[in-house]
C-alpha cells in the first residue's frame, strides 16, 4: 500500500533549537517529495522539493535530506524561530501519475519562547 | 505574485442543503485539485481536475460532491446535500504540468454544517 508516515506527532522545543522531523515513505513508482509548511488556518506552502537523484537540499534555515533506497526523508530545522511554529506536510508525488499525490499526517512543530 | 483565490473563506451551512465553493486558480496551471483538512486532522484528496475532466476521484468524492470549471477560469465544488461530518477546511490547489509541479493551495474555505 502506497503510505507517508511523519514522525514525530508533534514537537515543542525552545527558540534557537534544531530540530529534525522524518518522513518514510513506500510510494512507488516515486517522482519526487516535497516538504509543506502549514500555518494554522492556512494553506500549504511548498519549502523545498527533492528528486530521485538528490540527496540534500536547503533553504534558509531549512535542509531537506533524502535515502531513495531506504524510503527516507527528513527536514531539519536550524535555529528556530516562532514563526516556524507551523504543521510540516511530507508529500510525495507518483511517478507516471500526474494527479497521483500522497500526503503525510504531517509534524505539528511548536516554538516555545 | 499570482495566487490561488478561493471564496467564500467561511461559510456556515445547515445539514441538506447545497455549497458551492469557489475557486480561480493560477492561469497557467493545468492540473487542479480538491483536498478537504478536517479540524486536527491531515490533508485529505478528494477530487483532480485535468483537460476539462476529473482524472481521480477518492472513495470520499461521492454522489454528493460535483466539480466543474465551465468558463475556463473558476473551479468550483458543489456539495449537493451537505452532512455534519463535511464539516472542514477545504481547500483548492493547482499546478502546471512538469513533472516535479509545485501544488500551490489556496486559502482554503471553511465549511460548517449544522
Known amino acids: 500500500k502506497n503510505q507517508v508516515e511523519q514522525s514525530p506527532q508533534s514537537l515543542i522545543i525552545l527558540e534557537g533549537k534544531n530540530c529534525t522531523l522524518q518522513c518514510n515513505y513506500t510510494v512507488s513508482p516515486f517522482s519526487n517529495l516535497r516538504w509543506y509548511k502549514q500555518d494554522t488556518g492556512r494553506g500549504p506552502v511548498s519549502l523545498t522539493i527533492m528528486t530521485f537523484s538528490e540527496n540534500t537540499k536547503s533553504n534558509g534555515r531549512y535542509t531537506a535530506t533524502l535515502d531513495a533506497d531506504t524510503k527516507q526523508s527528513s527536514l531539519h530545522i536550524t535555529a528556530s524561530q516562532l514563526s516556524d511554529s507551523a504543521s510540516y506536510i511530507c508529500v510525495v508525488h507518483f511517478m507516471n501519475r500526474d494527479d497521483k499525490i500522497i500526503f503525510g499526517k504531517g509534524t505539528r512543530l511548536h516554538i516555545l519562547p | ?114
Open chain 2, 1 to 114: 505574485e499570482p495566487e490561488v483565490t478561493q471564496t467564500p473563506s467561511h461559510q456556515v451551512t445547515q445539514m441538506g442543503q447545497e455549497v458551492i465553493l469557489r475557486c480561480v486558480p493560477i492561469s497557467n496551471h493545468l492540473y487542479f485539485y480538491w483536498y478537504r483538512q478536517i479540524l486536527g486532522q491531515k490533508v485529505e484528496f478528494l477530487v483532480s481536475f485535468y483537460n476539462n475532466e476529473i482524472s481521480e476521484k477518492s472513495e470520499i468524492f461521492d454522489d454528493q460532491f460535483s466539480v466543474e470549471r465551465p468558463d475556463g477560469s473558476n473551479f468550483t465544488l458543489k456539495i449537493r446535500s451537505t452532512k455534519l461530518e463535511d464539516s472542514a477546511m477545504y481547500f483548492c490547489a493547482g499546478r502546471t504540468g512538469a513533472d516535479t509541479g509545485e501544488l500551490f493551495f489556496g486559502e482554503g474555505s471553511r465549511l460548517t454544517v449544522l
